[in-house]
Nanobody, 123 residues
Framework: QVQLVESGGGLVQAGGSLRLSCAASGRTFSNYAMGWFRQAPGKEREFVAAIRWSDGRTYFADFVKGRVTISRDNAKNTVYLQMNSLKPEETAVYYC????????????????WGQGTQVTVSS
């Protein structure tokens, strides 16, 4: 079965950085895109970034461009989300997700989801 496991969340001061990891297992992901989403308490889940496993092509939400990078290690089946200059309003549970085909910011197209990792940005 497909399993996605996030790690790397925690408490960080405003302006600080975190690097999240998503370890994927259960099948070959060569035809997959991997996405990161986040959800704050009482708020809708929102797209952050995505990457194609085959060629490394990336796609970012406008509000994180310049502060976030996404990368993958094919040998380890692991995707990374590097976040810099974090803001308190970005406190949320961050989820890793997987889908076949093209990059997308629509959560309904993603087939598999991890359990999430908590990111707390303090003032």
């Amino acid at each position: 079965q497909v399993q996605l496991v996030e790690s790397g969340g925690g408490l960080v001061q405003a302006g600080g950085s975190l690097r999240l990891s998503c370890a994927a297992s259960g099948r070959t992901f060569s035809n997959y895109a991997m996405g990161w989403f986040r959800q704050a308490p009482g708020k809708e889940r929102e797209f952050v970034a995505a990457i194609r496993w085959s060629d490394g092509r990336t796609y970012f939400a406008d509000f994180v461009k310049g502060r976030v990078t996404i990368s993958r290690d094919n040998a380890k089946n692991t995707v990374y989300l590097q976040m810099n200059s974090l803001k308190p309003e970005e406190t949320a549970v961050y989820y890793c997700a997987a889908k076949t085909g093209l990059l997308s910011d629509y959560e309904g197209l993603y087939d598999y989801w991890g359990q999430g990792t908590q990111v707390t940005v303090s003032s």
